[in-house]
C-alpha cells in the first residue's frame, strides 16, 4: 500500500488504540485461566490477532460479544486437546517470545512458525534455555520454525536478560501456571523493566503469585486457586501508538487523546517526558492529555528501557531546534527492520542529518523536505514518517505502509480525522 500525506494542520479528539502488549499477555493468561475471561476494549491488531489465534490452536474457544471478547478455556494441563500441532505467530515478536514456553508444557511436538520479518528475528535464547527445563529443541540456526516437545520442568535458573524481557514473560507465565513449589528466576542485565511490570500486573490480575526481587530475582510461588470462574480483564489504551497521535499534535497543531493511564506501567508513557523537555505545550487531565503545537528545543532523551519510542522521537527531533541525543540504539537491531539504520535512511531522504555513534542516536533539527520512503516493512517506522510528514515543505509518499496492521490498523483513518487544512 502506498500513502502520501501532505503538509497539514491538525485538530481534534481521538481515543488511544487498545494496546497490544497489554491484549497479548491477556490472552496468554485467558488460556491458562480454567473457566472464562471477558476481555474488554479488545484490540484489533495482527500482534492482537495472532496471539487471539495462538489460543484457538491450543485449545482456548473464543465468542465475540457485543461489548466484549469471551475466552473459555479448561486451563493449560498436560491432557489438553489442542486443535492444532503448529503455532503460527504471524510477525508478533511478543506472541514467539511468550507462547513459546507455554506451548512447552505440553508433552506433545509443537512446531512453532510465523512470518515476514518475524523470521529473521533470533530465537537463540530458546536453544539456550529449553534443554535446561526438560523441553526437546530443534530450531533452524536459531531462528523459525522451531519444533519442541516437553513438558517443561519448572527450576532454579539464571537467565539473560539484556535482549528481550519477552522471553522473561514468557518464562513467569509458564512457571507460574506449573510450579508446584517456589521456584527462583535469576536475571542478569534486564531490559524493558516497564513491560516486566505489565506482565507482572497481568498476572496478579489472574491469580499468579509472582514477587519481584528489585528485577533481579523473580520468585514464583504456585498458582492461587480462583474464586470466580469468569475474570474481567479491560485492556489499556495503548501508549506506543498514541505517542504518534502525540507527536503529531506537538508539530502540527493540537491533539486531544483520550483513553490513556499516567499511572500505567506501559514503558512508553515516557514520550510524555520528551515532550515535556522538548517544550510542547501540554494539558494534561485524569481523562485525557492535549497537546499543542509550540517552539520546540532539542533534548536528551535515554530511551534503552523504552526503545520502541525512537521513531516518533526522531519524528520530533526533526521539528526541534538545535541537536537531539537518544540513548540506547543497540535495542534497536532486533526489531522489524535494524531502526537505528532505517530511521537514518528515511529521515536522510526528507532532509533531516541522524548521526549514530556508539550508543546514541543524534538528530539535526531542520526542515523537513517531501520525498518518496519505505517503511521498511516495519509499522513504527511508517507512522514515524506519516507524523514526520505534516510539517514537511512538500509530499511525502510512504510506500508499504501497510505495515501500521501490525499494531495500528486504523492509524491512517485516524490521522485523516484529524486533519482540517493542508
Known amino acids: 500500500m502506498i500513502v502520501k500525506i501532505q ?3 491538525i485538530n481534534g479528539t481521538l481515543i488511544a488504540p487498545a494496546s497490544k502488549s497489554s491484549m497479548q499477555r491477556a490472552c496468554a493468561a485467558a488460556l491458562l485461566h480454567n473457566g472464562s475471561t471477558n476481555i474488554y476494549n479488545t484490540g484489533i491488531s495482527n500482534d492482537d490477532k495472532a496471539a487471539l489465534n495462538i489460543i484457538t490452536q491450543l485449545g482456548a474457544e473464543i465468542l465475540h460479544q457485543n461489548n466484549f471478547t469471551e475466552i473459555i478455556s479448561q486451563g493449560f494441563c498436560e491432557n489438553l486437546q489442542v486443535n492444532s500441532k503448529t503455532i503460527n ?3 508478533s515478536g511478543l506472541s514467539i517470545r511468550m507462547f513459546s514456553p507455554i506451548a512447552a508444557l505440553l508433552p506433545i511436538p509443537i512446531k512453532i512458525v510465523g512470518e515476514g520479518s518475524l523470521l529473521k528475528r533470533p530465537m537463540n535464547f530458546f536453544d539456550e534455555i529449553f534443554p535446561k527445563l526438560g523441553v526437546e529443541i530443534k530450531s533452524t540456526d536459531g531462528k523459525l520454525p522451531i519444533k519442541i516437545k516437553g513438558s517443561l520442568q519448572p527450576k532454579n535458573i539464571e537467565i539473560d536478560g539484556s535482549l528481550s524481557s519477552q522471553f522473561l514473560t514468557g518464562l513467569l507465565f509458564a512457571f507460574g501456571q506449573a510450579a508446584n513449589t517456589d521456584i527462583i528466576i535469576t536475571v542478569n542485565n ?14 496478579k490480575h489472574f491469580g499468579f503469585n509472582i514477587i519481584n526481587d528489585n528485577y533481579k530475582k523473580f520468585i514464583i510461588s504456585p498458582k492461587s486457586k480462583q474464586i470466580e470462574s469468569t475474570i474481567k480483564y479491560t485492556v489499556e489504551g495503548d501508549w506506543s501508538s498514541a505517542s504518534f497521535l502525540l507527536v503529531a499534535g506537538a508539530i502540527a497543531g493540537r491533539i486531544k487523546v483520550f483513553g490513556l493511564n499516567e499511572q500505567s506501567t506501559q514503558a512508553d508513557k515516557a514520550i510524555m ?13 485524569s481523562n485525557f492529555i492535549e497537546i499543542t503545537k509550540d517552539n520546540l528545543i532539542a533534548f536528551e532523551f535515554d530511551a534503552t528501557e523504552c526503545p520502541d519510542l525512537f521513531p516518533p522521537l526522531v519524528a520530533l527531533a ?4 538545535g541537536t537531539t541525543i537518544i540513548k540506547g540504539t543497540h535495542r534497536l537491531a532486533a526489531k522489524e527492520s535494524d531502526r537505528a539504520i532505517t530511521l537514518q535512511n528515511i529521515f536522510g531522504k526528507m532532509g533531516i542529518n541522524v548521526i549514530l555513534k556508539n550508543d546514541v542516536m543524534y538528530i539535526e533539527g531542520g526542515k523537513v523536505m517531501g520525498a518518496a520512503v519505505s517503511s521498511h516493512h516495519d509499522h ?23 505495515a501500521i496492521n501490525k499494531s495500528y490498523p486504523q492509524f491512517f483513518d485516524d490521522l485523516k480525522k484529524l486533519v482540517f487544512s493542508t
Open 380 to 402: 513504527r517506522i511508517a507512522m514515524a514518517a506519516a507524523v514526520a510528514a505534516l510539517g514537511a515543505n512538500s509530499e511525502i509518499v510512504i510506500n508499504d505502509a501497510d
Open 318 to 321: 526533526a521539528y526541534c531546534k
Open 89 to 91: 505467530c504471524g510477525e
Open 273 to 285: 517526558l520528551a515532550l515535556k523537555l522538548c517544550g510542547a505545550k501540554i494539558n494534561s487531565t
Open 190 to 203: 534486564l531490559k524493558s523493566k516497564p513491560y516486566i511490570d505489565l506482565t507482572l500486573n497481568v498476572m
Open 7 to 9: 503538509p497539514s494542520k
